[in-house]
Structures are given as C-alpha cells and as structure tokens.
C-alpha cells in the first residue's frame, strides 16, 4: 500500500526546501512528502494523484505566493481531496487573512514563520492534525477504476473480463457518480467516449479493447519461447488438470486462454458437490487455486489469448495465435470446452451486455439490488445463478423449458431453490422476445404448449442454455460431429479393422486421442463427454498420461526451425 502524501507549497526555494525537510525527517517513514514551487504546479500534481487514486492527508501553503494565493490554492486542492487537514504558513501582516481563511476553506491550523524549532512550533501542531485524519481514514481502493454508462455493453464487457480474470477493480457509474465526472476530468477525457479505464498509476485508457486492457494491467499475454512439450488450448477444470499434471512431472507446459481461467465452470457462484469441499467454494475460487497450482509447477499461461489455426508437420502441432505469434509442441491437448448458446429471439442482439447476459451472474448481481430478474436455463449452473442473484434481486424467476427442473438440475439445487421465498420457476416456457431500447425493460414469455405469450417487466435476463463448443479453428484438421464436439479413441470414424484416415504412428489411438496422432481432447468439448466438472479434471489428468505414452515413442522428426535469436530446444 503507497503512503498518504503530506503536500507543503511554497514559492521560496530555501523555505520551501526547509519545510519539506522537517517534513520528511518525522513523518518520512508513514508518509510521502511531496512539495511543489506554486500552487498552479501543485494543483497539476494534485490531479495526477487523484488520478492515481492517492490519498493525501496534509497541505501545508504558504499564503503570499504570486499568481495564487495559500487560500486559493487551499480552496481548489479541497474540491480534490475535502478530507486532508489543511495548514497556511504566514506572516504576521497575514494573520487576518489566514483568520478570514478558517471560515473559506475550514483551515485547521496557521503557523508563524519561522516554526523553529519545528519540535515546538510545528510537529506538536501537526501530529494533533494527522492523529484525527488517521481516525477517519478509510485506506483508499489501489486497484483499475472503470467509468461509464451503467447500461453499456462495452462497459459490461471490461467488467466481466476483469472479475473473471481476479483484477480488482470499481465501477463508477458516470450518470450517478460525482468521482466519475471528476476522473474523467481530470483525465482530460471530457468528450472522449465511454468506458474510460483508470489504471492504479493513474494511466487512463479510452474504450481500451481486451488484448490492450490484459497487457496493462499485467497479464501474459506474450510466450516466452517457441516451443513447448505441451500446450493445452483453455484453462477450464480439465486444462488446468492437464497443465498442473503435466508441469509437476517435468513437462515444459504452456496454456493458452482465450477470455479468463476457469471456463464455464469459473464463473459459478457456488459449487457444492465437488469432492473435497464441503461447504462448497465459487467457480472464480476454484480457478484461482488451479492456476496458482499451474504456475508453482512451473506451467506458463497466457490470457486472453486465442488459437486461430492449427497445423501438423513433422511431428509436431504448430499453433497460430490470435495476435499472430506462433508456437509448437509435440503434444496438445485440446480443452476448450462449450459456451453458452445465444439466444435467437427479437431484441437480443440489440440488448446484449445491455440487461441480458450470457453467464455473468457474479459480475451483475450487485447491479440488480432490489429488481425483478430472470434466469433461463434448468442445469446446475442456471440453478446456482438463481439462488446467488436472489441474494441480491427482489425477485428471480427461472424459465424452464421442459417440464421440471429434476431432469437436468441436481436435487439439492432443487430443494434450496423450492426454499427460496424470493424464486419462481415458469415450466414449459421460452423466451420470445426482449424489449427496451437502451437497456433491457421487459421479457416476453410463450408458453410452449398453449402458444400464450405472457410481458413481464424485467431489469436483467441472465441465459445458461445450451452447450456450443468453439471448435471452428479445428474443422478439417481434426475429426468432429456435427455439433462440432471432437471425435476420440474408439469413437473415431474409421473403415472396418483400419485405423483413422491419415494416422501415421504404428499403434491405435488412445482413449482421449484425436484423429491426428499426439493430439488429445478433454473435457465438455470431448463428444460424450460427462458434463461435471470432476469429470474433466480426471480427463485433463488422464489425458497427460496418454501424453508422456506418446512422448516415449521413438521418432526421428525434428521440430520447426525456430525464429532467429530463439535457442533451439533438444
């Protein structure tokens, strides 16, 4: 945590430079001392530290300083920091300005010049002043602040990506924020559109994109080298399962993340039937853990970052990346897992980010305090969003379009859910339309056996439907259904007692290997693969092991020739 600033503004250099060294040899080890020659350079400074989220709990001003005065300048800092304790330094012919000044800027103090011996004259005065500014001191937010319009989708966007990715940050809303307008201010961003990010060092960013926002805030967004034993493509359970296994038994490892760690399954608000927690833990939680657990083995990650091609030569699986790098390993692993499907109704691409949201219950739930929300979908991930956001919302309603939430929802989600005075749950019905302009307003229900179709107010829709795996990239290198969910092991398609067409090792693919050899796939992307998250860890786990099967094999292929000035890997 950074220091509070003690701020001294003098136009004479030796007193000026006097000040601050009294200053600085009693209070130097809790707080910065800071000084400036004028009060126009101080306000200047002033802004940058306002900016950077800094806290100041002293101004100590001369009052005869040309161009502005210590009560004007006193007056301008107070609109800027109205908490810090404030002192004028005069003369005697200024007494009755700096009386005059107590009632103009609330001036808590006037020293006589000269203050020696400051251990008389000037620490008792200021140890009295600091002592009640420590009291009321509530330690500033060091983190990203973002401002912009509440119902934003790029705003919505930011948000998410940054509370996926455990990047502490405050969103400011610039319609109902007095430190919005005033950040944006003194950003110089007036007229600059919205969002605008404020970083912990007072950078400002103006609508950054994801790829410019993730590298300033110290993401990885760069491989350290070209090649790899293992790359694993998405870091939900099963990609960190493989990461974590595969780098504790000596793989060099490289993860690559195309949003935030955890997947689907990282942005859960509650899961309470996994092995070995009890009381259960969040999505995020479980994320955190896996990748700390990834990165002491030694695995690298990168985020956000996405593969956009895939090709195999020589033995080796050479991946282009979305920022047009490349990198190569002998063995990939593939577990990119599925999305939420999106809906296809009136309104919804209109509304997107807007008051319907794709996942997003954390990111939201503060937002919709006291409203009338709803929630479609009937599995566990829909089930935990519900009981979440009704610890917020006035009211959730869930719409399901089967018959009961008991054929796809586990029981004990049911019970809480049937115990929750504040949810409903609507059956045999689906979305028909989303209306508003700028934001989301009302829902149109249809009733899918009557054809009845039903207006509700509404403030968010939050949708858990569906299971599109994103595995574009890989159609025509690997063998895929018509779904696009990846074919593996027996489940490949093959002529009577042959192996895959174009398979080029002298043995039969193993259980979670795909169509081309050293390839594997795990996880919810993998075709019938059981859709639980203690499922894709052992498949992530497993899928090592058929890695280091693979490895073991003799081959005489060599890797592709590195970029100059990259070393070679034996």
């Known amino acids: ?191 600059a559109p919205l969002p605008l990010v404020v970083l912990a060092d007072g950078t400002a960013l103006v609508q950054p994109d994801i790829a410019a926002l993730a590298e300033k805030v110290g993401l990885h967004t760069r491989a350290v080298s070209k090649t790899y034993d293992l790359i694993v493509v998405g870091t939900g359970p099963a990609g960190l399962a493989s990461a974590v296994y595969g780098a504790s038994e000596g793989l060099r490892t490289l993860l690559i993340e195309r949003e935030a760690p955890g997947g689907q ?55 282009t990346l979305s920022d047009g790098s490349q990198v190569a390993a002998q063995a990939l692993i593939v577990a990119t897992g599925v999305s939420y499907r999106l809906l296809d109704v009136p309104g919804a691409d209109r509304l997107a980010g807007a008051g319907l949201f794709y996942g997003a219950a954390i990111t939201e739930a503060l937002a919709v305090k006291g409203e009338d929300v709803f929630v479609v979908g009937a599995g566990n991930s829909a089930g935990q969003a519900a009981l979440y956001l009704a610890l917020h919302a006035r009211s959730v309603t869930l719409l399901v379009r089967g018959a009961s939430l008991a054929e796809s929802m586990s029981k004990y989600l049911i019970e809480r859910i049937e115990e929750a005075p504040n949810i409903a749950v609507m059956t045999n019905v689906a979305v028909a339309e989303l209306h508003g302009d700028e934001r989301l307003e009302a829902v149109s229900v249809r009733d899918t056996a009557t054809g009845e179709v039903t207006r509700h107010p509404a403030h ?83 899928a090592v092991s058929f890695v280091h099967q693979h490895l073991k094999a003799p081959s005489p292929m060599q890797p592709p020739a590195p970029e100059p000035g990259t070393p070679a890997r034996a």
């Open 1 to 191: 945590m950074q220091k509070p600033v003690i701020f001294a503004v003098d136009d004479e250099p030796s007193v000026l430079a006097a000040v601050a060294r009294d200053l600085r040899r009693h209070y130097g080890a809790d707080y910065e001392v800071m000084r400036a020659a004028s009060g126009a350079e101080a306000l200047e400074a002033l802004a940058e530290l306002k900016l950077g989220n800094r806290a100041v709990a002293l101004f100590v001003a001369d009052q005869r300083m040309p161009g502005m005065t210590g009560v004007e300048f006193l007056a301008r800092a107070l609109e800027l920091f109205p908490e810090a304790r404030r002192v004028l330094l005069t003369a005697y012919a200024d007494t009755d300005a700096a009386i005059k000044a107590i009632n103009e800027v609330r001036l808590d103090h006037y020293l006589m010049k000269p203050w020696h011996p400051p251990e008389e004259n000037l620490y008792p005065v200021l140890d009295d002043l600091l002592d009640d500014w420590r009291a009321g001191y509530q330690p500033v937010f060091e983190g990203v602040r973002v401002i912009g319009h509440r119902w934003s989708a790029d705003g919505h966007r930011i948000r998410d990506f940054l509370a996926r990715n455990l990047i502490p940050y405050r969103w400011l809303d610039i319609e109902a924020d007095d430190e919005a307008r005033q950040l944006r201010t003194l950003a110089g961003a007036d007229e």
């Open 265 to 319: 399954a990282g942005t859960s608000s509650r899961i309470e039937n996994y092995l070995g927690f009890p009381v259960g833990l969040s999505g995020a939680d479980l994320a955190r853990r896996g990748v700390a657990q990834a990165r002491r083995f030694g695995a690298e990650i990168l985020t956000p970052m996405e593969a956009t091609k895939l090709e195999t030569r020589d033995g080796y699986h050479l991946l």
């Open 460 to 542: 968010a829709v939050f949708v858990f439907i569906g299971a599109s795996p994103r595995t574009g990239w890989l159609d025509g290198q690997l063998q895929l259904d018509r779904q696009g969910f990846i074919l593996s092991g027996p489940n490949l398609e093959r002529e009577a007692n042959r192996r895959p067409n174009g398979w080029s090792v002298d043995r039969e693919p193993f259980w979670l290997e795909t169509s081309v050899p050293g390839i594997f796939v795990a996880g919810d992307v993998r075709q019938q693969s059981t859709k639980r998250i203690a499922s894709a860890v052992g498949e992530g786990a497993m």
